[in-house]
C-alpha cells in the first residue's frame, strides 16, 4: 500500500490474491479466481463511473506535503554508542549493525562542498529523492570515509540508469544485491581491498561503500525485507558487497582502468574450486559447470541473462599461460555455460522463459542451449589471493550491468 | 547523558498524487483489460476471472496483454492501446 501512496495513487483498488500462486493446481487457481471477484463485487458496489460514462483518466492533484508522511529530518537521542544503535534499530533507519551517528558536522564533511539538495533522481520502490545530503547521511551512517564519497554517488547514478532496473532489483523476490567493481587508480587510492578474502570481511573501504549503497536502497529506496524488499531468503551480499580489480594479477589488465564503477545485480559468489586443471579447458570446463544450473535465473530472461567470471590470479594465469585472452575466455564461457533442453524441461522456470525463437522452435532434447545471448554478456575480472579458487556471480536476469565514471562533485 | 542531534537517512518523496477514478457501479456490457505480469498461473487467474465477469455480471469483453516479463512496466503503446479499449484494467503484480 505504501507503494502505491509513493506513486501517487493510495486509492487504487486491489484484488487481493493471496500468496503463492504460481506452482499452484488448477483447482486451487480457480478457487483464488472466486475469491478475486467476490472482492470486485465488494468494490463495484455503489461506486459510480467518470464523466464520460467510462472510467476516465486519472485528474491530478497536488496532495499537500504534510500528507507525504516524509519523516522528521532530525532526532535527538542519548550520546551513547549502544543507545544510538537502538535509537536507529527503533526507528528502522540501519541494517542491525552500530552505526556512526550521522551529525551535521560529519555530513558536511561527507559532502565535502558538494551540493546537498543536487538529486540524482527517484531511488524506487517508493521514488524518494537521492539527494546528496541523504547519500551523505547515509555514507556516515555505514561508516565512510569522506574520499568515498564520489564513488558512492557513482554508483547511485549507475544503479538509477534504466538498464539496472533497480526497481526489479529492488523489489523481486530473487537474492540479488548489486555489487559494486570500483575501477581504477581511485581504488587504490580509497584502499578497496581485491585481494585474499576480497568478499569477505576484514577491508573499511569494501565494507562500508558497500554497506553505505545497502543503506541507501533501504532508507532512501524504501526497500525493507519484507516490505518491498520481497526476497524470499535474501543473501549476505546485501549487506555489503564491493570489490575492486586485482590490476597486478592480471594478465590481460583490468576491465577497466579509468576511475570508474560498474554495478552488477548479482547473487552472491558461487565458487569455482578446481586444484587440478593445468591448462585453460580444464579450468574453463570447471567454470562453465559452475555458472550454468536449473535453479538459476540466468538462461530462462535470455536478453538480459549476464555472467560475472572472477578468476582468482593463479587461475587467471594458468588461462592465460594456454594463449587464452579475456574475448577467448567470454567466448569459451559462452559456448560451453550450456544445458540440455531435457535439463531445462525439468523445472527452474520452464514455460515461464522469455527465448529468441529460435530457441523456441528448438525440439532436440540434447541440444544445447546458451545462457547468456553474447560473449560480450560474460565479463571477466581477476580478483582475490593465492589458491585454486575462482567464483562465478550469475545476474538476476531483469537488470543488466551499467558502468559509470567517478567524477567529482 | 548528554544528547546528541542526528539528521534523518531517510529519502524525501516529492511526487505529485492522482485522483483514482471510482469503479464503475456495474460492469455489464463493459471491457475489462488483463495485464499479464508473467508470473506462473497469472495467465490460468485471468482465465478463470474472465469466464466469471462473463457469467456473473455479462461483460461485453476481454483483453489481454503481457508484459515482457514481471520487472518491468508493460510499454507505454500497450497502456494506451487499454485505456483506449477498456472500461476496467486488472493488472498483476507480485507472484
Known amino acids: 500500500m505504501s507503494e502505491l501512496a509513493a506513486l501517487g495513487i493510495a486509492g487504487l483498488p486491489l484484488l487481493v490474491v493471496q500468496h503463492p500462486l504460481g506452482g499452484e493446481r488448477p483447482e486451487s487457481v480457480a478457487r483464488k479466481a472466486r475469491e478475486a471477484v467476490e472482492q470486485l463485487a465488494g468494490l463495484i458496489g455503489g461506486a459510480t463511473t467518470g464523466e464520460s460514462g467510462r472510467v476516465g483518466a486519472p485528474r491530478t492533484s497536488l496532495r499537500p506535503p504534510s500528507e507525504q508522511a516524509d519523516p522528521a529530518d532530525l532526532a535527538t537521542m542519548d550520546d551513547d554508542p549502544q543507545a544510538v544503535l537502538a535509537a536507529f534499530c527503533e526507528r528502522g533507519w540501519c541494517d542491525g549493525l552500530p552505526v556512526v551517528p550521522p551529525t551535521e558536522g560529519r555530513v558536511r564533511a561527507m559532502l565535502g562542498g558538494a551540493p546537498p539538495e543536487r538529486s540524482l533522481g527517484a531511488v524506487p520502490p517508493l521514488w524518494r529523492q537521492a539527494t546528496l545530503e541523504k547519500l551523505a547521511v547515509n555514507a556516515v551512517l555505514a561508516g565512510c570515509e569522506p574520499a568515498a564519497f564520489p564513488v558512492i554517488a557513482a554508483a547511485v547514478q549507475a544503479m538509477l540508469e534504466p538498464a539496472f532496473n533497480l526497481y526489479g532489483v529492488q523489489a523481486t523476490t530473487h537474492p540479488v544485491a548489486p555489487l559494486l567493481i570500483v575501477h581504477g587508480p581511485v581504488a587504490e587510492r580509497l584502499g578497496i581491498h581485491a585481494g585474499s578474502g576480497c568478499f569477505g570481511p576484514g577491508f573499511r573501504a569494501n565494507a562500508t561503500i558497500g554497506r553505505a549503497l545497502r543503506l541507501i536502497l533501504m532508507n532512501v529506496g524504501g526497500a525493507w525485507p519484507g516490505r518491498h524488499d520481497m526476497a524470499t531468503q535474501g543473501s549476505p551480499a546485501k549487506f555489503s558487497y564491493c570489490v575492486a580489480e586485482r590490476v597486478d594479477a592480471s594478465p590481460w589488465g583490468p576491465l577497466c582502468g579509468d576511475d570508474a564503477v560498474t554495478v552488477f545485480g548479482g547473487e552472491a559468489p558461487h565458487n569455482v574450486n578446481d586444484h587440478v586443471s593445468t591448462g585453460a579447458a580444464g579450468i574453463l570446463a570447471t567454470l562453465a559447470d559452475t555458472a550454468v544450473s536449473l535453479g538459476s535465473n540466468v538462461g530462462w530472461f535470455l536478453a538480459q541473462s549476464q555472467l560475472l567470471v572472477v578468476l582468482g590470479p593463479e587461475h587467471a594465469a594458468t588461462i592465460a599461460g594456454d594463449g587464452f585472452t579475456r574475448a577467448d575466455v567470454q567466448r569459451y564461457v559462452f559456448e560451453h555455460a550450456r544445458l540440455p533442453l531435457r535439463t531445462l524441461k525439468l523445472g527452474g522456470m520452464w514455460g515461464m522463459q522469455d527465448w529468441p525463437v529460435w530457441m523456441t522452435a528448438v525440439r532436440d532434447d540434447d541440444a544445447l542451449l546458451p545462457q547468456v545471448p553474447s560473449p560480450d554478456d560474460v565479463f571477466v575480472i581477476v580478483a582475490g589471493g593465492p589458491g585454486k579458487h575462482s567464483s562465478v556471480v550469475p545476474n538476476c536476469t531483469f537488470s543488466r550491468a551499467v558502468r559509470r565514471p567517478v567524477l567529482p562533485l | ?95
Do not use: W
Not at chain 2, 505529485?16 to 463493459?30: I, M, N, Q, S, Y
Not at chain 2, 505480469?37 to 455479462?58: C, G, M, P, Q, W
Open chain 2, 1 to 95: 547523558m548528554s544528547r546528541i542531534r542526528v539528521l534523518s537517512p531517510v529519502g524525501e518523496a516529492r511526487r505529485e498524487a492522482f485522483t483514482v477514478p471510482r469503479l464503475p457501479a456495474d460492469l455489464a456490457g463493459l471491457t475489462i483489460g488483463f495485464v499479464d505480469n508473467t508470473k506462473h498461473n497469472f495467465d490460468r487467474l485471468a482465465d478463470e476471472i474472465s469466464v466469471l465477469l462473463r457469467e456473473r455480471y455479462a461483460v461485453k469483453a476481454v483483453v489481454r496483454r503481457r508484459k515482457a516479463n514481471a520487472s518491468v512496466a508493460a510499454p507505454p503503446e500497450t497502456l494506451a492501446e487499454l485505456a483506449k479499449q477498456c472500461d476496467v484494467v486488472l493488472a498483476g503484480s507480485g507472484d
